[in-house]
């Protein structure tokens, strides 16, 4: 039942891609709204966030997508310890862009708190259980308890 309710998130994220583009003819506005009344039925199991990894997109994707988390479902951050190199664990480095820490500060912001992303950590904060890879660029899993 799970998967069901992860690939309804799929279809939901990939319609909301093209909402405001009526000409990309993918659903239709009847198929986007019975989507998303399943979704709020039956709530999301399995979240994934990986976007642009810009702190007002994170914002962004919690404030729409939390509401429609299931009783005790996932959420994935990934790149929530973004900075321009980064440590693998296997010692090698690694080079990207320094986003300001924009994941892992909307996530701060949800919970009203500060996090140490260079270190792995694991915690319970109003409702979820918060397990923090720092190694690469950062892994973050919320578990609804």
């Not at 500060?105 to 915690?123: C, P, W």
């Amino acid at each position: 039942m799970w998967f069901f309710r992860f690939l309804r998130a799929v279809v939901h994220n990939f319609f909301h891609s093209f909402r405001g583009s009526p000409e990309s003819g993918i659903l239709s506005a009847m198929e986007q709204q019975e989507i998303e009344r399943v979704l709020v039925k039956t709530g999301v199991d399995v979240l994934y966030i990986d976007t642009s990894h810009r702190y007002e997109h994170t914002v962004s994707e919690i404030n729409n997508w939390f509401p429609l988390l299931g009783e005790k479902a996932t959420v994935i951050f990934h790149d929530t310890n973004l900075r321009t190199f980064f440590k693998r664990r296997d010692g090698s480095m690694g080079a990207v862009w320094n986003n300001h820490r924009g994941v892992i500060r909307a996530i701060e912001e949800h919970f009203k708190t500060q996090f140490d992303e260079t270190q792995d950590f694991s915690e319970k904060l109003d409702g979820f259980e918060i397990t923090h890879y720092s190694h690469c660029n950062g892994f973050t899993v919320l578990n609804k308890i």
